[in-house]
């Protein structure tokens, strides 16, 4: 195997520092409280605060370092292909709300940056969906009269900007990219000068839904709010139906230099080869190329490795020359009807709302769940036809999409026992001597699955294997040297540290001793 280039971590972290927050100390109050500060978290707040509504923004992080730090940063409402299926299982009225709300996130984003007068290297591109295999073709023309059909300017196209032939694609006008840290500093920064509080390295271990509500941390602290907004990326306080309707999926994200005369001059997506996704942005004279794919389920890939060598490799092959300087990866889920969950949390939670299931279009989908929620939490009008497709207690939802719930459950309920008995095989008969630098195993010490990783340096970190959202066991990613629950998407560090909810608390600590018997 060839060493990994670039060097690991987001472009966007690296190129937009935040203040730091305090972590939340004693007990506050206010008239909503917002549990994550992402891109949907950060819009809400905002949102809410120019409507007169008093804020806390807890993140258990830091803010804009997660999803958000992390994404590629194309704010469209051409997503992949949505609109041919959305008109076919819920209609031409729901294909057409879910562009005309797609394109308001997408021009809210261009006016709020005007009002606050931030550079976020804001530009406009046209966004395409293209095959290279001709057997593609009908789906992209079937995509782009239904997305024509549903009010966006789009057509099918023949040739694009991309340096290599296509057999065809999805164009549409007047979307847009920019960088994600950049705008969210600049709302942060206004959200506080208005009165609004940011908490982060604050974990929300418990939500009690009363009246009022009351959110409780991991230190013991508390906020007491009317109303809440989970903004967590995955609903960390939904067990029940809303985590059957949501799949997880990393994507790994390469990137590298290129001269501005070989920019593509647009943002490209294609479902071909493990899924590929093209953009770049502004870098020094020229652009930084940014390539996304080789998908799959957190905790179940071996070889991240792997899958890294392939996407530079086809970077590679199709921008020649191009160096990859970066690499990083990406973590979203999507709901089993392909459209977001923004609204009430359940049938009966009145006063809690939650955003979620953007299937990687959380750009103009974070905005947009600031538009929608920022109105029903305020009690101001909202447009009925968004709120009604987007909220999450949905009629037909769960039947529509039935078989899909039922394999996400079954991918669930398979991982939950064969991993189990794995540990009981291979694993326990290896021991912690078997686990080589650099690298973790799931072994069974003292009779226990225990997550063991060994540093370079030969030292040993040893915790519980056992997931602690719902019991799954983790696995070890070793690109990113992560613990990751293939289940519910839950990421821990080596030192069983939450990285990645939907988790609450870290996995225990074990002493990492071999199993003698």
Known sequence: ??????????????????????????????DVAVIGGGIAGLSVAWELTRAGRSVVVLEGGRVAGGVTGHTTAKVSALHTLVYDDLRKSRGPDAARAYAQSQMAAVRHIGEVAAELGVDCELEGRAAFTYCEDPGGVEKLRAEAEAAREAGLDASFVTETGLPFPVAGAVRVEGQAQFHPRKYLRALAEDLTARGGRIHERTRVVDLDRGEPCRLTTSSGDSVTARDVVVATHHPVFDRGMLTARLTQHRDLVVAGPL????????MYITQEEGKRSVRTAPYGDGRLLIVTGEVFAPGTEPDTEGRYERLERWTRERFPGVEITHRWAAQDNASTD??????????????????????????AGGVLSGLLLGSLVAGRPVEREWAELYDPRRPGAVARTAPAVAKAQWDVGKHFVKDRLDSLGAGARRTVDDVRPGTGEVLRVEGRPCAVYREEGG?????????????CLVAFNPAERTWECP???????????????????????????????
């Open 259 to 266: 001269p501005a005369d070989r920019d593509p001059d647009g």
């Open 338 to 363: 392909t459209v977001p969950l923004i609204g009430p949390l359940h049938h009966g939670d009145g006063h809690v709302y939650v955003v979620t299931g953007f299937a990687g279009w959380g750009m």
């Open 459 to 471: 030292s040993l970190h040893s915790v519980s294997a056992v997931c602690t959202h719902m019991g």
């Open 487 to 517: 289940c519910h998407g839950s990421r821990f560090g080596v030192d069983g540290d939450v990285l990645q909810g939907p988790a609450l608390h870290p996995l225990e600590r074990r002493e990492p001793k071999e199993d003698r018997g």
């Open 1 to 30: 195997m060839n060493e990994l280039t670039g060097t690991h971590g987001s472009h966007w972290l690296r190129t937009a520092a935040f203040p730091a927050y305090p972590p939340l100390t004693g007990d506050t109050e206010a």
